[in-house]
C-alpha cells in the first residue's frame, strides 16, 4: 500500500495536487466499509437479521442510517448546485425533502413497524391475498428501487470522474463496476446490518464534511447571512434575481405547474420509497421507530440548512464559469476554496475530503436500494409467491443473496450503456412512483376499513403505469430539443425524435391522484369481504403493537 | 409470510378491538394527526404556490438581502421540526400508556 505511505500523502497535498489525495481517500472509504461490513455481518444468522439487521439497532442508531439512507449524491452535490447555478429555486427541492418526513412520522413508520414484518408487501399481505398483492408490491419496490440505483450508478460514474479531474469513458465504466461489485458485496455479505452501518458511517461523514464546509463560508462572511447572500447575488451577475423564487422554473405556466407537480411528488413520495420503509424494520418497537424519524428529521434538517450554505456560499465564492453545467462541481470547488484555493494545500485537503464524501454518499444509498430489492424478490416474489411460505430462512436468506447479485449485476449492464443518454429525470420518477402506487395503497390499507385485494393492485399497478407513461410522454422522453452548448439531446431519445404530448415532466400532479382513483375503484368493484374482517386485526395490532414481531 | 393469527389471537383481538379505551386510542390518534397533516400539507402548499405566483410578495426584502422566500421557506423547516416535536410530546404522553396497556393484555390474552 505504497500509495498510502504519508510522506507520499504529504506531498500531494503540498503540491496542491488533489487527485492523488482524493484516490487515497476514495481507498480509505472502501477500506473503512469493508472492514465495517466483515465485522457486522460476524452474526448474520436468520433472515431477520439478513433483512431487519435483527431488529437490534436503536432509534438514534437507525435515524443516522434513515439519513445515509436518504441523502444521495442527487441531493449533496446535486441540491448545492442547483442552488449555486439558479439560486433560489434550488432550495425548493431542500424543502420538499424535509417536510416529507412529517408524512412518514404521523401516518407510516410507527404503524408500518407493528404491522409488517421485512418488506412493503408484509404490510399489505397482512389482510389480503398474498401472492396478487405481493407481486404487485415487489414489482413496484424493484422498479422504484431500479430507476433510484440506475441515476446514482451513472451519477458515480461521471462523478469520479469529475472529482479526479480525468475525463475518460473507460474510468466512468471502471467506477460503475466497482460501484456496483462494492455494493453487492455489502448487501451479500452484510445484509441488513452491514448496509445500516455503512450507511451510519455515510451519515457522519457527511454531516462532518458539510458542518466543515459550512462553518468556513460563514466565517468568510462574518457569520452574516446577509452578506454571503449578497456576495452570491454580486458574484454570478445575476443581482437580485438570484435570492429570489422563478429563476429557473417561474418562465411559462407550463414550467410552474411542473414545479407545483415536482412539490407534491416529493412531499408524498419520501413516506412510499421502499427502502426507507424497510429501515423502520430494524429498530424493536413503534416508539423507537418513532425516535428514528426524529433523528432523521433533525439530522436531515440540518444537512438541508447547510446545503443552503454551501449553494449560495459557492455562488459568492467560486467563479461561475469552472461550476459544470449540471453544477455538480459547485461544492467541491467551493471546499477548495474556502480551503485557500486552487494549488494550495488547505484546497486540494479539503476537495480531497468532500470527494471522499461525496463518494461514501454514494456507497451507502446504492447498498441500501439493492438490498431492498433482494429482499422483495426474495421474502415476496420467492417465498411467498413461487414458495408459498414454504421456505426455510437459510433458503430464503441464499435467495435474497442471489438477488442481489443479479440486481447488482444488472443495474451494472443498464447503467454503462444508460451514460450516454439523459437519466436526470430518474429520481424524479422514482419519487412520482413511490407517490403515486405505494403511498395510496399503504395509507388505504392502515386507514380504510373496506380496502381489498383488488384495491391494493389497482393502486399500485395504476399508480405505476400512469407515472410511468405519462414520463414516457412528456418532453423528459422526447422532444425536448438539444442542448445549445453541447449539442446532446436533453431528452432521453435523440434529437428529432418527438412523441410527447404531456407537457409536464413531473407527473405527480396527475398521476398521484390517480393512484388513489385506481385504488378506490378497485376496492369498491371487488366483492371481497375477507380484507374488511382482517382489519380489526391490522388495527390493533399496528396501534399498539400487540402481536408484532 | 406474515404468520396466521389463531383463534386465541383472532379473539384478543377483536376483544381489544372493542374496548372503549382502542377506541380512544385510536380517536385520539386520528385527532392528532389528521388536522396537522391537513395543516403541514396546506402550509407547504401555499409556500410551493407562493413561489410561483406571487412574487412581487415573495421577493419583498425584510433586512438586508434577506427577503419574505427565505424566511417562508426557513419557516418550513421551523414547522417541520415544531411538528415533529409535539407530535412526539404528544404521544408519549397520550398515545403510549393506553397502547402499552392494550398490548399487554395482548400478550397475557394469548399466553
Same mark, same amino acid.
Given at each position: 500500500?505504497?500509495?498510502?505511505?504519508?510522506?507520499?500523502?504529504?506531498?500531494?497535498?503540498?503540491?496542491?495536487?488533489?487527485? +492523488?489525495?482524493?484516490?487515497?481517500?476514495?481507498?480509505?472509504?472502501?477500506?473503512?466499509?469493508?472492514? @465495517?461490513?466483515?465485522?457486522?455481518? /460476524?452474526?448474520?444468522?436468520?433472515?431477520?437479521?439478513?433483512?431487519?439487521?435483527? /431488529?437490534?439497532?436503536?432509534?438514534?442508531?437507525?435515524?443516522?442510517?434513515?439519513?445515509?439512507?436518504?441523502?444521495?449524491?442527487?441531493?449533496?452535490?446535486?441540491?448545492?448546485?442547483?442552488?449555486?447555478?439558479?439560486? $433560489?429555486?434550488?432550495?425548493?427541492?431542500?424543502?420538499?425533502? !424535509?417536510?416529507?418526513?412529517?408524512?412518514?412520522?404521523?401516518?407510516?413508520?410507527?404503524?408500518?413497524?407493528?404491522?409488517?414484518?421485512?418488506?412493503?408487501?408484509?404490510?399489505?399481505?397482512?389482510?389480503?391475498?398474498?401472492?396478487?398483492?405481493?407481486?404487485?408490491?415487489?414489482?413496484?419496490?424493484?422498479?422504484?428501487?431500479?430507476?433510484?440505483?440506475?441515476?446514482?450508478?451513472?451519477?458515480?460514474?461521471? !462523478?469520479?470522474?469529475?472529482?479526479?479531474?480525468?475525463?475518460?469513458?473507460?474510468?466512468?465504466?471502471?467506477?460503475?463496476?466497482?460501484?456496483?461489485?462494492?455494493?453487492?458485496?455489502?448487501?451479500?455479505?452484510?445484509?441488513?446490518?452491514?448496509?445500516?452501518?455503512?450507511?451510519?458511517?455515510?451519515?457522519? !461523514?457527511?454531516?462532518?464534511?458539510?458542518?466543515?464546509?459550512?462553518?468556513?463560508?460563514?466565517?468568510?462572511?462574518?457569520?452574516?447571512?446577509?452578506?454571503?447572500?449578497?456576495?452570491?447575488?454580486?458574484?454570478?451577475?445575476?443581482?437580485?434575481?438570484?435570492?429570489?423564487?422563478?429563476?429557473?422554473?417561474?418562465?411559462?405556466?407550463?414550467?410552474?405547474?411542473?414545479?407545483?407537480?415536482?412539490?407534491?411528488?416529493?412531499?408524498?413520495?419520501?413516506?412510499?420509497?421502499?427502502?426507507?420503509?424497510?429501515?423502520?424494520?430494524?429498530?424493536?418497537?413503534?416508539?423507537?421507530?418513532?425516535?428514528?424519524?426524529?433523528?432523521?428529521?433533525?439530522?436531515?434538517? @440540518?444537512? $438541508?440548512?447547510?446545503?443552503?450554505?454551501?449553494?449560495?456560499?459557492?455562488?459568492?465564492?467560486?467563479?461561475?464559469?469552472?461550476?459544470?453545467?449540471?453544477?455538480?462541481?459547485?461544492?467541491?470547488?467551493?471546499?477548495?476554496?474556502?480551503?485557500?484555493?486552487?494549488?494550495? +494545500?488547505?484546497?486540494?485537503?479539503?476537495?480531497?475530503?468532500?470527494?471522499?464524501?461525496?463518494?461514501?454518499?454514494?456507497?451507502?444509498?446504492?447498498?441500501?436500494?439493492?438490498? +431492498?430489492?433482494?429482499?422483495?424478490?426474495?421474502?415476496?416474489? $420467492?417465498?411467498?409467491?413461487?414458495?408459498?411460505?414454504?421456505?426455510?430462512?437459510?433458503?430464503?436468506?441464499?435467495?435474497?443473496?442471489?438477488?442481489?447479485?443479479?440486481?447488482?449485476?444488472?443495474?451494472?449492464?443498464?447503467?454503462?450503456?444508460?451514460?450516454?443518454?439523459?437519466?436526470?429525470?430518474?429520481?424524479?420518477?422514482?419519487?412520482?412512483?413511490?407517490?403515486?402506487?405505494?403511498?395510496?395503497?399503504?395509507?388505504?390499507?392502515?386507514?380504510?376499513?373496506?380496502?381489498?385485494?383488488?384495491?391494493?393492485?389497482?393502486?399500485? $399497478?395504476?399508480?405505476?403505469?400512469?407515472?410511468?407513461?405519462?414520463?414516457?410522454?412528456?418532453?423528459?422522453?422526447?422532444?425536448?430539443?438539444?442542448?445549445?452548448?453541447?449539442?446532446?439531446?436533453?431528452?432521453?431519445?435523440?434529437?428529432?425524435?418527438?412523441?410527447?404530448?404531456?407537457?409536464?415532466?413531473?407527473?405527480?400532479?396527475?398521476? @398521484?391522484?390517480?393512484?388513489?382513483?385506481?385504488?378506490?375503484?378497485?376496492?369498491?368493484?371487488?366483492?371481497?369481504?375477507?380484507?374488511?374482517?382482517?382489519?380489526?386485526? !391490522?388495527?390493533?395490532?399496528?396501534? +399498539?403493537?400487540?402481536?408484532?414481531? | 409470510?406474515?404468520?396466521?393469527?389463531?383463534?386465541?389471537?383472532? &379473539?384478543?383481538?377483536?376483544?381489544?378491538?372493542?374496548?372503549?379505551?382502542? &377506541?380512544?386510542?385510536?380517536?385520539?390518534?386520528?385527532?392528532?394527526?389528521?388536522?396537522?397533516?391537513?395543516?403541514?400539507?396546506?402550509?407547504?402548499?401555499?409556500?410551493?404556490?407562493?413561489?410561483?405566483?406571487?412574487?412581487?410578495?415573495?421577493?419583498?426584502?425584510?433586512?438586508?438581502?434577506?427577503?419574505?422566500?427565505?424566511?417562508?421557506?426557513?419557516?418550513?423547516?421551523?414547522?417541520?421540526?415544531?411538528?415533529?416535536?409535539?407530535?412526539?410530546?404528544?404521544?408519549?404522553?397520550?398515545?403510549?400508556?393506553?397502547?402499552?396497556?392494550?398490548?399487554?393484555?395482548?400478550?397475557?390474552?394469548?399466553?
Amino acid at each position: 500500500m505504497s500509495a498510502l505511505a504519508p510522506e507520499r500523502i504529504l506531498l500531494a497535498a503540498e503540491s496542491g495536487n488533489h487527485q +492523488t489525495l482524493t484516490s487515497v481517500l476514495f481507498l480509505a472509504v472502501v477500506a473503512l466499509t469493508v472492514g @465495517i461490513t466483515f465485522w457486522a455481518s /460476524r452474526n448474520n444468522k436468520t433472515a431477520a437479521d439478513y433483512y431487519a439487521g435483527g /431488529r437490534s439497532f436503536t432509534g438514534a442508531q437507525n435515524g443516522m442510517a434513515i439519513a445515509g439512507d436518504y441523502m444521495s449524491a442527487a441531493s449533496f452535490l446535486g441540491i448545492s448546485g442547483a442552488i449555486a447555478l439558479s439560486g $433560489y429555486d434550488g432550495f425548493l427541492y431542500s424543502i420538499g425533502f !424535509l417536510v416529507a418526513w412529517l408524512v412518514a412520522l404521523l401516518l407510516v413508520a410507527e404503524l408500518l413497524r407493528n404491522s409488517g414484518k421485512f418488506t412493503m408487501a408484509d404490510q399489505l399481505a397482512y389482510r389480503m391475498k398474498q401472492r396478487p398483492v405481493r407481486t404487485a408490491a415487489a414489482t413496484s419496490t424493484v422498479a422504484v428501487s431500479i430507476f433510484y440505483l440506475l441515476a446514482q450508478m451513472v451519477g458515480a460514474g461521471a !462523478l469520479v470522474a469529475l472529482l479526479l479531474g480525468v475525463d475518460s469513458q473507460g474510468l466512468k465504466n471502471l467506477t460503475i463496476v466497482g460501484v456496483g461489485a462494492l455494493m453487492i458485496f455489502y448487501v451479500v455479505v452484510g445484509g441488513m446490518k452491514g448496509t445500516t452501518w455503512v450507511q451510519i458511517v455515510k451519515a457522519v !461523514l457527511l454531516m462532518g464534511g458539510t458542518l466543515l464546509i459550512s462553518v468556513l463560508v460563514l466565517a468568510k462572511f462574518g457569520f452574516n447571512l446577509s452578506e454571503l447572500l449578497g456576495a452570491a447575488a454580486e458574484n454570478t451577475g445575476k443581482g437580485q434575481a438570484f435570492l429570489e423564487p422563478g429563476l429557473k422554473y417561474g418562465l411559462t405556466t407550463t414550467s410552474k405547474i411542473d414545479f407545483l407537480s415536482l412539490g407534491i411528488a416529493l412531499v408524498l413520495g419520501t413516506a412510499g420509497l421502499p427502502h426507507i420503509l424497510i429501515r423502520f424494520y430494524t429498530v424493536p418497537t413503534a416508539r423507537q421507530a418513532r425516535q428514528s424519524v426524529l433523528w432523521a428529521i433533525t439530522l436531515i434538517g @440540518i444537512f $438541508y440548512l447547510m446545503t443552503l450554505i454551501l449553494g449560495f456560499g459557492a455562488a459568492a465564492l467560486v467563479d461561475p464559469e469552472t461550476i459544470d453545467p449540471g453544477g455538480n462541481l459547485a461544492s467541491p470547488l467551493l471546499a477548495e476554496a474556502v480551503g485557500g484555493g486552487d494549488g494550495t +494545500t488547505g484546497g486540494a485537503i479539503l476537495l480531497a475530503v468532500i470527494a471522499a464524501v461525496a463518494f461514501a454518499t454514494i456507497l451507502a444509498v446504492v447498498a441500501g436500494l439493492t438490498l +431492498t430489492s433482494a429482499s422483495s424478490v426474495a421474502h415476496d416474489l $420467492y417465498a411467498n409467491v413461487i414458495k408459498k411460505g414454504d421456505v426455510t430462512d437459510k433458503d430464503e436468506v441464499r435467495v435474497a443473496r442471489i438477488a442481489a447479485f443479479g440486481i447488482g449485476g444488472v443495474a451494472i449492464l443498464l447503467a454503462i450503456p444508460a451514460q450516454s443518454l439523459n437519466i436526470a429525470f430518474l429520481v424524479a420518477l422514482a419519487f412520482a412512483v413511490a407517490a403515486s402506487a405505494n403511498l395510496p395503497a399503504l395509507l388505504y390499507n392502515l386507514f380504510w376499513k373496506r380496502f381489498n385485494t383488488r384495491g391494493a393492485t389497482f393502486s399500485i $399497478y395504476g399508480g405505476l403505469a400512469s407515472a410511468m407513461i405519462l414520463v414516457f410522454f412528456s418532453p423528459v422522453t422526447s422532444g425536448k430539443g438539444a442542448d445549445p452548448v453541447t449539442g446532446k439531446s436533453l431528452s432521453l431519445f435523440p434529437v428529432g425524435v418527438d412523441f410527447s404530448w404531456f407537457p409536464l415532466e413531473n407527473p405527480g400532479i396527475v398521476s @398521484i391522484p390517480l393512484g388513489f382513483l385506481f385504488g378506490w375503484l378497485g376496492t369498491v368493484t371487488s366483492k371481497e369481504r375477507e380484507s374488511e374482517e382482517m382489519y380489526a386485526e !391490522l388495527e390493533v395490532r399496528s396501534m +399498539t403493537g400487540a402481536g408484532a414481531e | 409470510m406474515v404468520d396466521r393469527t389463531t383463534p386465541s389471537q383472532d &379473539a384478543a383481538y377483536e376483544r381489544i378491538r372493542a374496548t372503549d379505551e382502542f &377506541a380512544s386510542l385510536k380517536k385520539k390518534y386520528l385527532g392528532f394527526v389528521v388536522p396537522m397533516t391537513i395543516a403541514f400539507m396546506v402550509w407547504y402548499l401555499l409556500f410551493v404556490v407562493c413561489s410561483n405566483w406571487a412574487p412581487g410578495f415573495m421577493n419583498t426584502q425584510v433586512i438586508g438581502n434577506i427577503n419574505i422566500a427565505l424566511i417562508f421557506g426557513l419557516l418550513q423547516f421551523v414547522t417541520t421540526f415544531l411538528i415533529a416535536f409535539l407530535y412526539s410530546r404528544f404521544s408519549t404522553a397520550n398515545l403510549d400508556p393506553t397502547a402499552d396497556k392494550l398490548r399487554a393484555e395482548y400478550d397475557k390474552e394469548i399466553r
